[in-house]
């Protein structure tokens, strides 16, 4: 018998935002955040989100968030050695997305990551995972 998540062909939805994948997102990310903590805030997309935004460009800027504290979004073009425009724009994709959050410092932008781990949905899981979960994320952009 398979350990792995297959519904049978009238469940299954290909639609990101469907209830089944929704909260196989969110039982996924539950686990992982768990009583110990070792993930801290845990985001789990769609992996036709992660197409969309999880450009090499794109996740530079993740992983230089993550391993650096930047002052301003000017800087991080700087550190990135791309034109500031550019990198708003990536930016704005990684803020709709629900990746990276600005905070405001008087006139400066300070970009960081909105979760501490970021990973995409699985394209299979094991049977009954998420069948606990309640529904109560957002629908992804």
Known sequence: ?????????????????STERTL?????????????????SVKVISHELADRVFTPKRREILQTLNQKEVS???????????????VQRD?????????????????????VLAHDTIIAEPLVAPSGIGTEASYTVENEP
């Open 1 to 17: 018998m398979s350990n792995t998540y297959a519904p049978a062909p009238s469940e299954h939805s290909d639609n990101e935002s």
């Open 24 to 40: 196989l997102r969110t039982s996924i990310a539950r686990r992982l955040t768990g009583e110990d903590d070792e993930f801290g």
């Open 72 to 86: 301003s979004q000017r800087e991080l073009a700087r550190i990135l050695d791309r034109d500031p425009g550019a």
């Open 91 to 111: 930016l704005t994709e990684l803020i709709n997305a629900d990746l990276v959050d600005v905070v405001e410092e008087g006139r400066s932008k300070r970009p």
